[in-house]
């Protein structure tokens, strides 16, 4: 048995700041009609959001406004997946597609709990996902609203680079055109510009954040970046309180490693999730720390979070953006190409979907993040994240890493055997040397018997 | 440089499959064709015994194979380096080795691939190829690549958004590049001739499946769903100037037959369904499978790619004719009847799908959905109403790596019952 490794810990103080933005904005994305404003409906604008700038004041609710609600009630869930599923549409796909399409047959998807409808202008699609664009269509049907394809391309060698990052350009500039047709507005450069730098702006210091945590003791818990995550879509990246946000919390998190502040009060193991933590389960992330372990990071998290300079080894190192690297932006064009350099060349959002480098990337990011397990999460509700899993936990296995799987669905509470796989994290934990720490497993607010 | 496997498919013999190889006395796969007395009989042994095939081919004209995982892979950049592309199809056999590699949510045909790459079948590939299109696919090429390593690999970046205007422009450059790597790899040069020849071989392959399509669009059918399937897949695997050889004399043959009567007039939908025994299952309950919606069918060959002539004009730069090759033959597969991952924004293939099923004269449409698989089964759904609307009955039936064979005998009978109680 190891003995718990105990740290000073201490609450984050912009967590109060962060509270009261994401208030200020939600507000603000609820009154956007009454303003004049236009709503944009699209899950990829968790990303690409300064294609909302250029047309003054814009909100995107995502896909969907009540899908946290949705998430956070099992049974609710559940009678969107039988809606859907009576329509003919399999159990074996993409989850969180047919909770969404089950909301929207329900007539729960545009409206709020207080029974206000979101009626979007159009949907913006983000194909970087072959499931998420075809469940699109079907909502753009539904709706009767136009709907806009862009394609997210990688490129599969560094010669093609170039192509894809003309491809992925060349539709921004078809996107703006089809935006001011669509919505009769003219699209405001300046605007759209600023919104291009605060994206990247957010999206490095995202990326610092994370990389930050390779301190020990990390200075943050998995279950905080979830929250900064959560922030990051809500305001968007486009502007400016994200990234200004960012930096405040980011200039506190380099002080906590420079005091050797901990996340959580006990960091006996370092741990590493992979894939999405279960909608409707968020507090496995917490789990461990009755063991003294912590989760301290998340390659689909930290991808989420922020873009990076990809190395030959895998290994990340945060992305610098166009200004400091002595490109200015100044104009449409500029804005657009750096946009699209943003998500060919620096996001994980392309990079990321061929498989070779998600393994090279776990392995060092094993050794950089200092790992002492990983927990893969076989996710029968999402095909986009599980591939490279099962050849990652082959690759981490050869470099002495212990690895652990669970079988689950990020969004369909039938396929996630709560118990069973508590039960089996209770084993993997205790393979690592670790034990029960007396109350602290009451402290972290989830246990078997929850 | 040129290549014997280059020159090979400039040779003009006949009668094709009694070519033996240079000094030798013919390959046990080439003995067993040239006995055949019946050519449409051929493609059957050819699916059968398709590794033989290649081994064969590799063995007589010296040249590389090159595998594939998707057919919106152009072939015919490689047929013109001098490789024969050979589409990697589903073996359909219990296996225990790839579930510590690929997730087992994963369609069958992608773990079926993988299982045969793993377990030595395709030994014989000198390069693994894949087009762009799911994640699964690109999990499989993956795993191929780095457990059973073939010498030469490349993924040839095919956009999904095909209805942009963007996507031609970055997929001929996408195209460019293949060639030249393929280029580098085998040592010949792709000319515009030999490209120009290449997409001429590949149109007439594509005329003639097409010719054979046409014979079942009336009453009396020369031929079973099933001969035409082993026809479509054996296109897949082959050499397509022996294809197209083949096929001539075996449409010389079917033509001859007097046909039968059609049953009850279906059309299948659905992906990579190689398993012919399933086709020769529904066609023994009394129907009659006149058409297909499948990328191992009419997705493969449906259209050609049309060259702008002339070919070479006044002022144009050198390599410009190789660059309105490549165009032409991105254009083709654009416009080829889309896959449902490409099939985005308005849909493309619900019309595609009516007006087969009018041309054909459908009674009832079978959708076969590999399990599994995202792009077909948010289409499925959508399909069958769309269809049912039209007043023509449906029936799903979702397929894993085997047949439950006796499960889909019922259901098929059953739907074949409601066809003919609605038609009658």
């Known amino acids: 048995m190891i003995a718990p490794q105990a740290y000073e810990t201490r609450p984050l103080e912009s967590w109060a700041k962060m509270k009261e933005l994401k208030r200020k904005f939600f507000l603000h994305k609820w009154q956007c009609k009454e303003r ?6 699209g899950g990829g604008l968790l990303n690409f959001c300064s294609l909302l700038s250029g047309l003054g004041d814009a909100v995107s609710f995502g896909e969907g406004i009540y899908f946290s609600t949705l998430m956070r009630n099992p049974d609710l869930a559940k009678r969107c997946f039988e809606a859907i599923e009576s329509k003919g549409y399999g159990i074996d796909i993409c989850s969180s597609s047919r909770v969404l ?39 753009a049907e539904y709706y009767k609203i136009p709907f806009f394809t862009i394609e997210v391309p990688f490129a599969p060698t560094p010669e093609s680079r170039e192509m894809a990052v003309s491809l992925l350009a060349n539709q921004i500039y078809d996107y703006i055109d089809w935006a001011q047709r669509t919505t009769g507005k003219t699209w405001d450069d300046e605007k759209f510009v600023e919104g291009v730098k605060n994206e990247w702006r957010s999206q490095t210091l995202g990326a610092k954040i994370c990389m930050a945590n390779q301190a020990v003791p990390a200075p943050l818990a998995l279950k905080h970046i979830d929250n900064f995550l959560t922030f990051m879509h809500l305001i968007g990246r486009q502007n400016a309180e994200t990234p200004d946000f960012l930096q405040t919390l980011l200039a506190e998190i380099e002080e906590r490693v420079r005091n050797g502040i901990a996340g959580v009060p006990y960091e006996t193991a370092r741990l590493w999730h992979e894939g999405q933590v279960p909608w409707f389960f968020r507090p496995l992330v917490k789990y461990p720390e009755a063991y003294g372990a912590s989760f301290i990071g998340s390659r689909f998290e930290f991808q989420a979070m922020g873009v990076y300079a990809p190395h030959e080894d895998g290994s990340w190192e945060a992305a610098m953006t166009p200004e400091e690297r002595g490109i200015h932006l100044r104009s449409r064009d500029d804005a657009v190409r750096a946009l699209a350099e943003l998500y060919v060349i620096y996001s994980h959002n392309s990079s990321d979907r061929m498989i070779a480098p998600r393994v090279t990337e776990m392995v060092a990011a094993a050794k950089a993040w200092r790992l002492d397990g990983v927990v893969f999460h076989m996710d029968l509700g999402c095909k986009g994240i599980v591939p490279g899993h099962l050849e990652a936990k082959l690759a981490l296995q050869k470099t002495g890493v212990p690895t652990f799987i669970y079988e689950g669905s990020n969004c369909d509470p039938r396929n996630l055997a709560t118990f069973q796989v508590l039960d089996r994290m209770d084993s993997f934990l205790e393979s690592l040397g670790l034990r029960k720490i007396e109350g602290n497993a009451r402290e972290t607010g989830v246990d078997k018997e929850d | 440089m040129t290549n014997p496997a280059a020159e090979y498919h400039n040779l003009s013999f006949l009668p094709l499959l009694t070519v033996a190889r240079p000094g030798g006395t013919g390959s046990t796969m080439t003995r067993a064709i040239a006995s055949k007395t019946r050519a449409v009989d051929e493609f059957s042994d050819i699916v059968r015994d398709r590794h033989q095939y290649a081994r064969d ?92 390593p073939v010498p030469y690999k490349h993924y040839v970046y095919m956009p999904a958004h095909i209805q942009s205007q963007r996507a031609k422009p970055a997929f001929v450059e996408a195209l460019r590049l293949f060639q030249t790597s393929l280029e580098e790899w085998t040592g010949v040069t792709v000319t515009s001739e030999s490209l120009d020849r290449a997409i001429d071989i590949y149109n007439q392959n594509r005329r003639l499946l097409k010719q054979v399509y046409e014979l079942r669009k009336g009453q009396r059918l020369p031929l079973s769903a099933a001969e035409a399937a082993r026809m479509v897949i054996a296109s897949q695997l082959m050499d397509k100037l022996e ?98 991952l490409k099939d985005l924004e308005e849909r493309r293939r619900l019309t595609h799908l009516l007006n087969l099923a009018r041309e054909y004269a459908v009674q009832g449409v079978i959708l076969i959905t590999r399990k599994f698989c995202d792009p077909h089964g948010f289409d499925a759904p959508v399909i069958q109403t769309f269809l049912e609307d039209k007043d023509i009955p449906t029936l799903n039936l979702e397929v894993d790596w085997t047949i439950a064979a006796g499960q889909f005998r019922t259901r098929v009978e059953a739907f074949l019952e409601l066809v003919r109680a609605q038609i009658t």
């Not at chain 2, 993988?114 to 699964?136: E, F, K, M, V």
């Not at chain 2, 070919?311 to 660059?323: A, H, I």
Request: with cysteine; glycine share 10%; hydrophobic share 35%.
């Open chain 1, 101 to 139: 399409m089950g909301s929207m047959l329900l007539g729960m998807h545009n409206k709020s709990p207080q029974g206000v409808v979101v009626q979007p202008d159009f949907w913006l699609d983000i194909n970087n996902c072959e499931s998420r664009s075809k469940c699109v269509q079907v909502f």
């Open chain 2, 57 to 148: 081919w590799k063995s007589r004209t010296g040249g590389k194979v090159v595998g594939y995982l998707c057919t919106y892979m152009p072939e015919e950049i490689i047929y013109a380096a001098g490789a024969l592309p050979v589409r990697i199809l589903g073996s359909h056999e219990p296996q225990d080795v790839v579930d510590r590699h690929i997730f087992s949510f994963f369609c069958s045909y992608c773990r079926d691939a993988l299982a045969q790459g793993l377990q030595g079948r395709y030994s014989y590939l000198d390069g693994l190829t894949t087009a762009h299109c799911c994640i699964h696919i690109r999990q499989t090429y993956d795993s191929w690549q780095r457990h059973a």
């Open chain 1, 36 to 41: 004049g404003g236009t709503i944009v409906f």
């Open chain 2, 243 to 340: 294809h197209n050889r083949l096929l001539e004399q075996a449409i010389k043959e079917v033509k001859r037959r007097p046909g039968n009567p059609s049953g009850v007039r279906l059309m299948v939908v659905g992906s990579e369904v190689d398993e012919v025994e399933l086709l020769e299952m529904i066609e023994s309950l009394g129907a009659s499978i006149v058409v297909d919606d499948l990328c191992t069918g009419s997705r493969y060959f449906w259209n050609e790619a049309v060259v702008p002539s002339p070919l070479t004009g006044e002022g144009e730069g050198e390599g410009e004719p190789l660059r309105r090759l490549l165009s032409a033959i991105a254009q083709r597969y654009i416009d080829r009847p889309p896959c449902p």
